[in-house]
Every structure is written in structure tokens, then in C-alpha cells.
């Protein structure tokens, strides 16, 4: 993953490269694998640049695992195929990739054919040359023989070179069979292009669009990106985009590594006119959902936004909402000109993640008069007033059917709207 950081900032990868030059020129092998373990690079650069750095240049470098997955859910990678890597990065993929193919006796030959498969694209020029001394160093570390110089070596692998992704035009992409890409999680302002409306949006969605717009028909793909692409509300129009544009299947893999707290999924299909939905999410029953029995909504008050004015009410927020409990008094009153709502209601906090025990932490608020509920919380009213109702749902809310639900479903580290409406009640409603 790359993004828009000036080379000199990257210059202390100088160093990294520098000791794969040295070692490839003293022949010593037996120092090679550890500079082609995929799980290793990332490491490295956690020693050489500051988090800042590697954030602002989305450079967090997809693991041995992820990498085999991605790879394998691509058809066989031969010596027809051009496999391309546009934000390549320190190019774990194109490793991968490289393993897919075989070696022939010499350095030099084994490059040719390897040259002429695997392509790469990256800002930074230090990238470019880590992911081609890498690739030298695979191939020797299968055995080839070393029937060339270094910058020989480096010259037969002509098409992974310093280019901005953004940049590539449709006519560059002709003859590309296979595209694997772990693209920047950051973010940047719109396009304002196609369906991107005003505002900031996460990168990878930007360049998985523009790539699935250039790339030709029946390119095989493999993407890796961040789950908010598959379960984010704002993501809609990519996600309808994506369904129209090629034939695909969604893996939710979990977190990216254990260093980087984001969630993703692997995107596999093939470039090509669709008329079947993609599956985002796994089939669902025909059981009934929240959204059938409860009214779901955000909490009207803004804290921050929101002047003191107006009548006094009882107030929740997260805090003081404590978890499977349900409140008959106020704790905390405050001022509000806005919506405010009867109970019986539950509280969803907002903020969940996948590591905790209940995703959906709730919280019965039973007064007898309105409450002001701050928008940090989803609340969910029964449609027939009854607190025997809310009863019910919080006892599916803390069943672990839902948390495998919500852990499927969604991924990012806060629920929504929508997905607490499609919460199932999985038979136990009577």
C-alpha cells in the first residue's frame, strides 16, 4: 500500500536496500529468506520509519497469509499471464505471484520470463527498488544460478517502475491477464467523479473504481481492501458499481494484521458485464428483522453542536448507559430545543468493535417522561410501546447468533443504522 509521501521522506529505506545490494553482491544466502519473508518487511519498516510515515504512505505490507489467500483466489499464473500490482508497494504480492512460476537454470533467463509477467507501479522510487532486489533475491533463493550483475539483474524487470497509479491510462492495461492489489487505506478528498459525491472517502475505493473502469474484459481479479468499502452506508453507489461491473465473490478475512487495527475482505472475480449482485454479506434467512418489530434512528442530540437551551430532560450517553441494565431514573438532565423520544426505548452505543465480547452493548431507558439521547447511541423504539418488548430484544441482542451476525456484517469499529435494522431475531421471538 502507497500513498502521496514525498520520496525524501522514504529516504531511510536507503539503508534496507543497501544491505540487500550487499548481501547480493557477497553471495551469501544464507541471510536470503529472511528478505523475502513476507511477514518481515513490514516489521522492518516499522524500524525505519516513524507510524506517521508509514500511515501517510499507506505503507503497511500485506502478511504471508493474506498474500497466499489473495494470490490464490486468482486463476493459474503461467508464463502467458501479465500480472500487474499498481500500488505495489515493497511488492509482497509480486513475490507471491512470482512463486507461481517456475525458474529456469540462470538468474538471467529465470528474470526474462519473470520481467515480462509481473508489473508494479509505486510513488516511491525506494519501493520500486526494494520490490526488484526482493524479486532477485527470490529467484536466487530458488536455486538459480547468478549468471549476471546486480544491475543486469535489476534490468530485466523493466515493467515494475516509479508511476503513480492514478496516472495509468486504459491503453497501458491492455494485456493485463491478472491484477492483485492491496491499495492505500487512507484518505483523500472525492473525485467528485461518477457517483463520488463532495467530502473525503477512503482511498482504496478510489483506485479499485478507476482500475475496474481501465482494466479489459475478463481480467481476473484479487483486491484486498477495507471492509468499510463492503459494510459502510456511504459505500452504497461503489458497491452497486462494482455488482454492475464484474463478476465477483467477497471473503471477509478479519483484521489486516495484528499492528494494524483495520478490517478487510478479499474482492475476487473478473472484469465483465454483470447482472447478477455481488453477495456482500452471506445469504440471509427469511426470518424477520428488528427493523420489522422496532423504529431504529440515530440519537437527535448533537453534544458538541447543540446549545443549552430549551427545556430541561433527562440525558443519556454512552457512559453512563450501563451495559444489559434498565434505567428508571435520571442520572444526568440537560437543556434541548430538539427531538426528544418516549420511552420504552434501548440504547445501542455506537462505538463497537469485533474484539469485543458483545457488539451491540445496550440499554433499556424506562422513564416515565421524554428523554434526550445523544447521537453517539441508536436507539430503538417498539413499534407497540410495551417494555416487555424491549425485554425480548435485549435478550437476542446478547445472544452470540447476533454478535456472529454483526461480525460478519460489519467489521469496522461502529455499527449503523441499516445493519442494526437487519439484526435477525433469530426464532426466539413469540
Known amino acids: 500500500m502507497k500513498n502521496s509521501c514525498r520520496n525524501e521522506e522514504m529516504s ?6 543497501n544491505s540487500m545490494r550487499t548481501l547480493l553482491l557477497s553471495k551469501d544466502k544464507e541471510q536470503f529468506h529472511d528478505l523475502v519473508d513476507l511477514d518481515n518487511i513490514d516489521l522492518v519498516l516499522r524500524e525505519l520509519l516513524t507510524i506517521e510515515e508509514m500511515r501517510e504512505a499507506g505503507s503497511f505490507f500485506t502478511g504471508q497469509k493474506l498474500a497466499t489467500k489473495a494470490v490464490g483466489l486468482l486463476p493459474a499464473i503461467t508464463t502467458g499471464s501479465v500480472v500487474l500490482d499498481p500500488t505495489c508497494g515493497a511488492g509482497n504480492l509480486l513475490l507471491e505471484a512470482s512463486r507461481k512460476l517456475g525458474v529456469e537454470l540462470t538468474l538471467s533467463a529465470t528474470l526474462k520470463v519473470w520481467g515480462v509477467v509481473l508489473r508494479g507501479f509505486d510513488i516511491h522510487l525506494h519501493f520500486i527498488e526494494a520490490t526488484k532486489l526482493r524479486i532477485v533475491i527470490e529467484a536466487l533463493n530458488r536455486g538459480v544460478e547468478q549468471d549476471c550483475t546486480l544491475d543486469e539483474a535489476l534490468a530485466l524487470l523493466p515493467n515494475i517502475q516509479v508511476k503513480d497509479a492514478f ?9 493485463i491477464t491478472h491484477i492483485l492489489m492491496n491499495p492505500p487505506f487512507t484518505i483523500m478528498p472525492s473525485p467528485k467523479q461518477n457517483y463520488w459525491k463532495k467530502g473525503k472517502v ?8 478507476q482500475y475496474l473502469r481501465k482494466l479489459p474484459k475478463n481480467c481476473n481479479v484479487s483486491a484486498i481492501l477495507p471492509d468499510v468499502l463492503r459494510s459502510g452506508s456511504r459505500y452504497d453507489e461503489f458497491r452497486e458499481f462494482i455488482s454492475e461491473s464484474m463478476q465477483a465473490d467477497i471473503d471477509i478475512w478479519g483484521r489486516f494484521n495484528n499492528k494494524t487495527d483495520v478490517d478487510v475482505f478479499l474482492l475476487s472475480g ?9 453477495s456482500w454479506h452471506r445469504a440471509e434467512s427469511a426470518e424477520s428483522t428488528i427493523s420489522d418489530h422496532f423504529n431504529v434512528r440515530t440519537g437527535p442530540l448533537v453534544a458538541y453542536r447543540d446549545p443549552e437551551e430549551g427545556s430541561e430532560y433527562p440525558y443519556f450517553y454512552p457512559k453512563i448507559c450501563p451495559q444489559w441494565e434498565v434505567v428508571r431514573e435520571a442520572t444526568e438532565k440537560r437543556r434541548f430545543r430538539g427531538t426528544v423520544l418516549n420511552p420504552p426505548l434501548i440504547v445501542i452505543k455506537r462505538t463497537s468493535s ?20 445523544e447521537n453517539h447511541m441508536i436507539v430503538v423504539t417498539p413499534k407497540d410501546g410495551k417494555m416487555d418488548t424491549c425485554r425480548k430484544l435485549m435478550r437476542i441482542l446478547q445472544n452470540q447468533k447476533t454478535n456472529d ?3 460478519e456484517r460489519i467489521r469496522l ?18
Not at 531511510?12 to 536496500?17: G, I
Not at 441499516?418 to 413469540?430: A, E, F, Q, R, S
Open 12 to 17: 531511510s529505506l536507503t539503508s534496507h536496500n
Open 167 to 175: 496516472t495509468v491510462h486504459s491503453e497501458e492495461l491492455t494485456d
Open 202 to 209: 477512503n482511498t482504496a475505493g478510489v483506485v479499485f473504481d
Open 270 to 278: 473478473v472484469v465483465n458485464d454483470n447482472d447478477q449482485v455481488v
Open 354 to 373: 469485533p474484539s469485543d465480547r458483545n457488539r451491540a452493548s445496550a440499554t433499556i431507558i424506562n422513564l416515565r417522561e421524554p428523554v434526550a439521547i
Open 405 to 407: 451476525f454483526l461480525n
Open 413 to 430: 469499529r461502529h455499527l449503523t443504522i441499516g445493519v442494526i435494522k437487519d439484526i435477525p431475531l433469530l426464532g426466539m421471538w413469540i
